[in-house]
């Protein structure tokens, strides 16, 4: 075994600040900023909605492509390319001012972000179970929290320091780019099996269950992302104020770092379908709760139950389909990040124009629920194929 594989720890932890700036700030420090941005330069719900989409539509271009042979070998490469971009991407939303450029950073965003989640897992994955020490999967994943919390307290900050949002954007690029030097330091190998010169991954094997978790975690994507998009405006709306806004990030931060700790455990006990056929029902409660009960109680009600969930479920149905596709992990991993970035291109836009249409997000919000409704359901169906693999 390489050396490199007797420091799990080294690898989670690099994990974890990887998907801190890429994930949790890269993808996520959009929603705190998002209500500055409507009211700086007049952006409607629908015009945020497409934003994300971009975001998200980058997100499953850089799946499809991550699904390919061509990065085999060169998974470090790419995984640090792509936080390099990550940092830069952020810096330029804050000085950006048309919705064109908007949605082109976005974009790209959107590919480097997934060309980490996938490259940068396949690592740290891979690592930590050649030195038999997959539990420490819960920190490398916690990293989303993590990055939330950071955006909260840069987002808190500027408010404090009557700032504006361009500033915000600034800091997450200053904070991506230290996490890039802190991986390069930290993560300097690729894969094991990459490095042992295996070859590429076999097709993915025609399975009914394979195809139930990739249809569910596509519509548990359409179903998350509205309110982990609109969460903070959903505040907005309410008058909150921008610290109380900042504050509902943390607290879905807070919930969301140790949550594929404690969902892993349920997992565990309970097997995966039924962790993840759980967390649904649980987030779509949270999600109703954000525009159904009034404030304060209602976002922070919704913040803890999306944080304590979506994170945690995005990991349990990844683990699902690595082990419904034990000789081609990556290609599922590709193939599930395509489905759920289906998921998150047409909840925001369908989200968007329900709210301008309708004057508030609660439509938007209850559609998302029964979508997690949904995919909890048929996330369930496949547990018997889970339980023989």
Not at 91 to 99: I, P, Q, R, S
Not at 107 to 129: C, D, N, P
Not at 346 to 367: C, E, K, M, N, Q
Request: glycine share 14%; aromatic share 10%.
């Amino acid at each position: 075994m390489q050396p490199a594989a007797l420091h799990p720890f080294r690898y989670a932890f690099a994990g974890m600040a990887a998907m801190a700036a890429a994930m949790g700030i890269g993808r996520f420090v959009y929603t705190p900023i998002l209500p500055g941005m409507m009211d700086g330069l007049g952006l409607s719900a629908s015009q945020a909605g497409l934003v994300a989409s971009a975001n998200y539509l980058g997100y499953l271009v850089g799946a499809i492509m991550a699904a390919g042979a061509w990065a085999h070998g060169r998974e470090r490469a790419v995984t640090l390319t792509g936080l390099g971009a990550n940092a830069l991407l952020l810096a330029w939303m804050g000085v950006a001012d048309a919705l064109d450029s908007f949605l082109a950073i976005r974009f790209l965003a959107g590919v480097a972000s997934a060309f980490l989640m996938i490259f940068l897992t396949s690592i740290v994955s891979s690592r930590l179970f050649a030195a038999g020490r997959p539990g420490l999967q819960a920190l490398h994943f916690g990293g989303v929290g993590v990055g939330m919390c950071v955006s909260a307290l840069i987002t808190g900050g500027v408010a404090l320091a009557g700032a504006d949002w361009r500033t915000s954007w600034l800091l997450s690029g200053a904070v991506g780019a230290l996490v890039f030097l802190l991986v390069w330091r930290l993560a300097p190998g690729g894969p094991l099996h990459a490095e042992a010169g295996h070859r590429p991954e076999p097709a993915l094997p025609r399975s009914p269950a394979l195809f139930r978790i990739i249809l569910a975690y596509g519509i548990f994507g359409a179903g998350y992302i509205v309110t982990a998009t609109f969460l903070v405006a959903i505040v907005r709306q309410g008058d909150g104020g921008r610290l109380f806004e900042s504050g509902v990030w943390l607290v879905t931060g807070i919930a969301g770092a140790p949550s594929v700790w404690l969902w892993g455990k349920l997992a565990r006990r309970s097997g995966l379908a039924a962790a993840f056929a759980v967390g649904c029902l649980v987030e779509a409660l949270g999600v109703v709760a954000s525009v159904a009960m009034p404030a304060p109680a209602g976002p922070i009600v919704g913040g803890v139950l999306l944080g304590g969930t979506f994170i945690a479920v995005t990991a349990l149905g990844l683990q699902a389909g690595r082990l419904l596709a034990p000789s081609a992990p990556r290609r599922a991993l590709a193939l599930m990040t395509a489905a759920f970035g289906i998921g998150q291109i047409l909840g925001p836009i369908a989200a968007g124009y329900a709210a301008d249409w309708t004057g508030s997000f609660f439509v938007p919000s209850i559609g998302a629920a029964l979508a997690l409704v949904a995919s909890g359901l048929i996330g369930w169906s496949a547990r018997s194929a889970l339980r023989q693999s």
